[in-house]
């Protein structure tokens, strides 16, 4: 990994980075989530933090410790996540949604628990839209360098462009969750990233070495932008 000089230093730079699953509730003791284990989205705090930023860690259910000198905010539901972000946002300098955001949320949590019936084999429960929070994040007028990711399982180069320009976005990274060893709840991760005017490959590697890869090149692109 490149090391940082002088002029390349984050000190004085507010990064805010959401890491983690959210967790959807829907009765008092049931939620949906999903497998994501939060680690890149740490692992790129530390790097940050490491390189002079001024870290906050906006951080779903997740079970890692805290990353040294960063702030943690701990959210649970999308909604949550949303209210925070937006709050930390405002003094901003670069956000990067690494959260595994919960799509949809329950349209109406039971205040109790909800019972299994002896007449109905089948049940469903409805869902609606949660707000897209990296989108909201690069809707603001003072909008901080927005940095998205993207898992997926096939068309990555398209899905991921489509999310860079869909969503506002100043650059995104992108991993291909079909491949065996690598993104979700894996130690290491490939990362393709897209930005409006070009890209970069960062290969398979640890997710410590690909975060300080990232932030190096979120910093590039910020004083070339
Ligand atoms: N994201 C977000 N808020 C949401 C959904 C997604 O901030 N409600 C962010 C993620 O943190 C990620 C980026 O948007 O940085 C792309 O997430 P992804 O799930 O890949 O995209 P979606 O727009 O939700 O599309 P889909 O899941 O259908 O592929
Ligand atoms: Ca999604």
Redesign the pocket.
């Known amino acids: 990994v490149k090391h940082f000089n002088s002029n390349q230093s984050l000190a004085g730079q507010h990064w805010v980075i ?1 890491a983690g699953p959210t967790r959807e509730a829907i009765d008092p003791v049931r939620y949906i989530s999903n497998h994501s284990s939060g680690k890149m989205g740490f692992s790129i705090a530390s790097a940050a933090q490491s390189f002079g930023a001024t870290v906050t860690l906006i951080a779903g259910p997740v079970n890692l410790s805290t990353p040294s000198n960063c702030n943690r905010i701990d959210v649970q539901s ?1 909604e949550d996540m ?1 209210q925070a ?1 937006i709050d930390q946002a405002a003094s901003a300098d670069v956000f990067i ?7 949809y949320k329950v349209a109406q949590v039971s205040e109790h628990k909800i019972k299994k019936t002896s007449t109905n084999d089948a049940m469903s429960i409805a869902l609606v839209k ?7 994040v690069a809707a603001l007028a003072k909008k901080p360098f927005t ?6 399982t096939q068309d990555v180069e398209q ?1 991921a462009k489509g ?1 860079l320009v ?2 506002n976005l100043d650059m ?1 990274a992108a991993n291909d969750v079909a491949k065996q060893g690598q993104g979700f709840n894996s130690d290491d991760n490939a990362l393709k990233v897209y930005w409006h005017s070009g890209n970069k490959d960062l290969p398979l590697t640890d997710k410590k070495q690909l975060a300080e890869q990232l932030v190096v090149l979120i910093n590039d692109r910020m004083q070339n932008d």
């Open positions: 959401t999308a949303h972000a949604a690494c959260a595994a955001v919960a799509d949660n707000p897209d929070i990296v989108a909201s940095v998205g990711f993207a898992a997926e899905y999310k869909r969503k995104i």
